[in-house]
């Protein structure tokens, strides 16, 4: 090989490069990326039998706050710790009544209710149950598909919750977790 095919080369490769880069780093920072799940809370939907077989899901990012519906599976930046990304189920959205473990509370405007689909994890679950309602504008996505491992390769179906048992309350309180 000439050394001015070498040099082509090597030019060709650093343009390549300085194109496909920038497009990728956009793609998986503001369009979607590919997540693995930890832990047992997101359980029989994710991570469904041995914590040391890990689910990644694909996780679309350009998510509006009006797009999140009850049901979906989300991404969102921890409201206790944001370095921490949690998974969980959209429950309720702003004006729904929910039955939370203190008492009933109505969800405020911006706001959304999320659990953990694992009830019965020994584990503290980091939920709303324990932070209260979250707001909209902490979803960083919405968990479409289980990419790995292969034989989980499926679509997540947006599950509605069932409905909150009536209550025995005539009206709910207005929300008073801390949402700051």
Same mark, same amino acid.
């Given at each position: 090989?000439?050394?001015?095919d070498?040099l082509? @080369?090597?030019?060709?490769?650093?343009?390549?490069t300085?194109?496909?880069?920038p497009?990728? @780093?956009?793609?998986f920072?503001?369009?979607v990326?590919?997540?693995?799940?930890e832990?047992? @809370?997101m359980q029989?939907?994710?991570?469904?039998?041995?914590?040391?077989?890990?689910?990644?899901v694909?996780?679309?990012k350009?998510?509006?706050?009006?797009?999140?519906?009850?049901?979906?599976?989300?991404c969102?930046?921890?409201p206790r710790?944001?370095?921490?990304l949690?998974i969980?189920?959209?429950?309720a959205l702003?004006?729904?009544?929910v039955?939370?473990?203190k008492?009933?509370?109505?969800?405020?405007?911006g706001?959304?209710?999320?659990?953990?689909?694992?009830?019965n994890?020994?584990?503290i679950n980091?939920?709303?149950?324990?932070?209260?309602p979250?707001s909209l504008?902490?979803?960083?996505?919405?968990?479409t598909h289980?990419?790995?491992?292969?034989h989980?390769?499926q679509r997540?179906?947006?599950?509605?919750?069932s409905?909150?048992?009536?209550s025995p309350?005539?009206?709910?309180e207005e929300?008073?977790?801390?949402?700051?």
């Open positions: 090989m000439k050394k001015a070498i082509e @080369s090597i030019k060709f490769g650093i343009a390549a300085a194109i496909v880069f497009i990728t @780093s956009t793609i920072n503001y369009i990326s590919i997540n693995r799940v832990g047992a @809370s029989p939907t994710l991570n469904p039998t041995d914590i040391s077989s890990r689910d990644w694909l996780l679309r350009l998510v509006r706050p009006e797009s999140v519906q009850r049901g979906d599976i989300v969102i930046i921890s710790d944001p370095r921490e949690l969980k189920r959209v429950i702003e004006g729904d009544l039955s939370s473990k008492r009933p509370l109505r969800i405020p405007e706001h959304c209710w999320l659990e953990s689909d694992n009830h994890s020994r584990a980091l939920d709303s149950n324990i932070f209260g979250v504008g902490l979803v960083e996505g919405r968990a289980i990419v790995w491992p292969p989980r390769l997540l179906p947006s599950r509605p919750p409905p909150p048992p009536a309350y005539d009206g709910a929300c008073d977790f801390d949402l700051d």
